[in-house]
């Protein structure tokens, strides 16, 4: 065992080091601090020379926060638009290489599509009136700017104020063309932040030449043309090369607003506008009064092509439609012969028009969109906004909007294929599906309904109570999938009443499963393709794979009888049809921002939205007022002089006596069962106590002797 002497002469070394590597660590410590300090003091001091007081402090606070605010406004703004710039990430510049003539069903022409249907001239080859007077009237500092005019834009903010509307736009022509190459015309303000990135972008990666060539290429002009050199043709007969001034200040009046100024239409009020941009012309230095002075006095005369619109929102779906089918046939100039319907087309277009004109501020709704599609599962007619010149955005296929009761028959058809009947009971009691605690309109209360009155009333809780107990959400999802909607569906339980988003294609796609007897897969809007020499490269009839059935023979009549009573005894009462038997559904959303009605006959299917394109609510407007009162007008004219089919699983197309005096019967017969319910769920409002006291005295009154009258003067005269 080692002596403790030689312990501590072998500790000895190791302390010292210990002991040195702490005083090290410790005066480093002190000298690090201690220069620390001196290097603040010495900073403090030197910035005191900047140091300000008074009024001038009070600016330099001003700016400093305005910098911070500035700092991160730009963050958010950039992280707006960056979902945009993905869009730059594919061949954005390609125009596509397909050149498509367009026939209707009788097979005439109703327009074309494609970039090279026209040549694109070249800017250097425009004369320089068309220039100047695009310039003049679209962007006067085109090339002074660098995407962004920031004087136009005060300009035109300062003019609108003045005149209390919107008389000006403060857009540039890069502007305009990042929102036609990337954006569509929704007005919020993210899209404005992305339109402004865009521009910026635009300015950066192109020349000023390539941005003028491609909007003067892209722009729409009215009369289903786009491109300046259509449009030259399209109205003149001539090449944008060889129009005059006059001509040119037309072509110019028509990029604000094609529809309103297309001279095919409205000759007196193109004329006007193109007056207006030979006033730009000289107001912005272009041009002297003397050089426009003939072409005032001698305007513009067009090519007759007549009053027939251009069905452009049609032509948008029917484009995409033929570049999925002739993707593998190699050909690129093709004549598509289409099953559009004109007379149909205008008769939808009218019923939009003519409500949301007699109505619309009443509602405060201003947008709608509408699909028809005959049995035969021909589309005969899109109605996809009120004016395409203002904007392209095809609402009928391309926009996504909550669908509301109008939904339900997804689920109600799922219950019919799950052993369901339209008789079948299902209390409409209020119900929890965790947190989610849906209620009738108007948190009305239904009691036990049979499923025929429950859709026809649009009760909440009996979808909601079925698919919680009896079916679970991913039948649903499946089922309305199988009937042909495209559009993405959430797996969430509140689908069941309609929360997820749908297009009005998929929605008349959807129900005319019941009109076609069970089937899917027929629907179509080109019947064939055919090359410019004659030869056939796709025939529907031979090429499309056969439909299928979805809906079991069983549950296809149990729906469409639900479905027909709702126009006779439920919420689509204007829907009804005049002598003819239909069926249908309506829809309202939250806040009723989306109204719906979908029916159909034994001959068509119509879908109808009504809404605001920022989303904002309408007022108070269901499915069952202006949107079925849309679809009734058309279906009216739609119905006249043909040969009426029968809905599937139903006796006759026509309404008669009986059938209206059984749905009465079933509604008298429902509305006093749900009293019933009502009653028989009502809680008591007195004690059990007091309730057997007030029936005791009630007993005690019952059983006391009659008392007698008293006496009086006659009485006792008479004995």
């Known amino acids: 065992m080692a002596s403790p002497l030689k312990i501590r002469k072998r500790r000895g070394p190791i302390a ?6 702490d005083a090290w660590f410790d005066s480093s410590l002190y000298e690090t601090g201690f220069k620390a300090r001196r290097f603040w003091e010495a900073a403090t001091i030197f910035f005191r020379r900047f140091r300000v007081s008074g009024w001038r402090r009070g600016i330099i606070e001003l700016l400093s926060e305005g910098f911070t605010l500035g700092a991160g406004g ?34 005439n022409e109703i327009g074309q599509r494609g970039i090279i249907q026209r040549d694109s001239v070249p800017v250097d080859e425009m004369p320089d009136q068309v220039i100047k007077a695009v310039l003049a009237t679209e962007d006067r500092r085109f090339f002074d700017h660098y995407g962004i005019d920031a004087l136009g834009l005060s300009r035109a903010i300062f003019a609108n104020v003045r005149a209390n509307s919107v008389v000006q736009g403060g857009s540039s022509i890069t502007q305009q063309l990042a929102k036609n190459l ?6 919020t303000l993210e899209r404005k932040v992305k339109e402004a990135f865009l521009a910026l972008w635009l300015e950066a990666n192109l020349s000023k030449k390539e941005i003028l060539q491609l909007y ?16 030259a043709d399209f109205y003149f007969g001539k090449s944008v090369k060889d129009v005059n001034l006059a001509e040119a200040a037309m072509l110019a009046g028509l990029f604000k607003a094609p529809t309103k100024y297309a001279p095919h239409i409205n000759l007196p009020a193109a004329r006007a506008r193109a007056n207006v941009v030979l006033s730009n012309l000289v107001e912005g230095g272009f041009m002297s009064e003397g050089q426009v002075l003939q072409a005032r006095l001698h305007p513009a005369e067009i090519v007759d092509r007549g009053e027939q619109k251009s069905p452009d929102y049609y032509l948008d779906w029917a484009f995409d439609e033929v570049k999925k089918i002739a993707a593998k046939s190699g050909q690129h100039s093709l004549v598509a012969h289409t099953t559009f319907d004109a007379n149909i087309q205008k008769a939808a277009e009218e019923s939009m028009e003519f409500h949301l004109r007699q109505f619309g501020k009443e509602y405060n709704v201003t947008e709608g969109a509408m699909v028809v599609i005959e049995t035969n599962g021909a589309v005969r007619a899109i109605v996809g906004g009120r004016d395409y010149g203002a904007s392209q955005f095809n609402r009928a296929t391309k926009a996504l909007r909550q669908s509301g009761s109008s939904f339900k028959p997804y689920v109600y058809a799922t219950a019919m294929e799950h052993g369901f009947t339209p008789d079948s009971v299902v209390s409409g009691a209020p119900i929890s599906w965790g947190a989610w605690s849906p209620h009738n309109y108007n948190d009305g209360r239904a009691g036990k309904v049979t499923l025929i009155a429950a859709m026809a009333k649009s009760v909440n809780t009996v979808p909601v109570r079925l698919a919680k107990n009896h079916l679970g959400i991913k039948p649903i999802k499946a089922m309305a999938e199988a009937m042909g909607v495209e559009s993405p569906l959430e797996s969430h339980k509140t689908m069941v009443l309609g929360t997820s988003g749908m297009t009005v294609m998929d929605q008349a796609t959807g129900y005319s499963v019941f009109a076609q007897n069970g089937f899917v897969g027929s629907r179509h809007g080109i019947t064939q393709l055919v090359t410019r020499t004659g030869e056939v490269v796709y025939d529907f009839a031979k090429d499309a794979p056969p439909p299928r059935r979805v809906l079991s023979e069983q549950a296809l009549k149990s729906m469409n009888t639900m479905l027909a009573a709702v126009p006779v005894m439920g919420t689509a009462r204007r829907a009804a049809l005049p002598n003819i038997v239909s069926a249908g ?35 108070n407007m269901t499915g069952g007022s202006l949107p079925a009162m849309v679809w009734q007008r058309l279906m009216v004219y739609a119905h006249q002089n043909i040969d009426l089919k029968p809905i599937p699983g139903l006796d006759h197309p026509f309404v008669d006596e009986g059938m209206i005096a059984k749905a009465e019967e079933a509604e008298k017969k429902n509305a006093e069962q749900a ?42 005269s008479a004995l």
């Open 585 to 619: 559904k309506t829809g309202t959303t939250q806040s009723y921002r989306d109204a719906w009605y979908v029916g159909f006959t034994g001959n068509y299917t119509a879908a109808v939205w009504l809404g605001n394109d920022d989303f904002t609510p309408t007022n």
């Open 74 to 107: 730009i963050v958010v703004m950039l992280a707006l638009a960056l979902p945009a710039f993905q869009e730059t990430a594919g061949d954005w510049r390609a125009q596509g290489d397909f050149a498509i003539t367009f026939l209707d069903r009788y097979g």
């Open 182 to 187: 990337f954006l569509t015309n929704e007005r």
């Open 216 to 231: 003067l290429d892209r722009v729409y002009m009215g009369g289903g043309t786009f491109g300046i050199e259509a449009a």
């Open 16 to 21: 010292a080091r210990l002991l040195a590597a």
């Open 675 to 716: 009293a019933a319910d009502t009653a028989a769920e009502r809680p008591p409002v007195l004690s059990s106590q007091t309730t057997r006291a007030l029936r005791d005295i009630t007993r005690l009154f019952q059983s006391a002797p009659v008392l007698q009258a008293p006496a009086t003067p006659e009485t006792l």
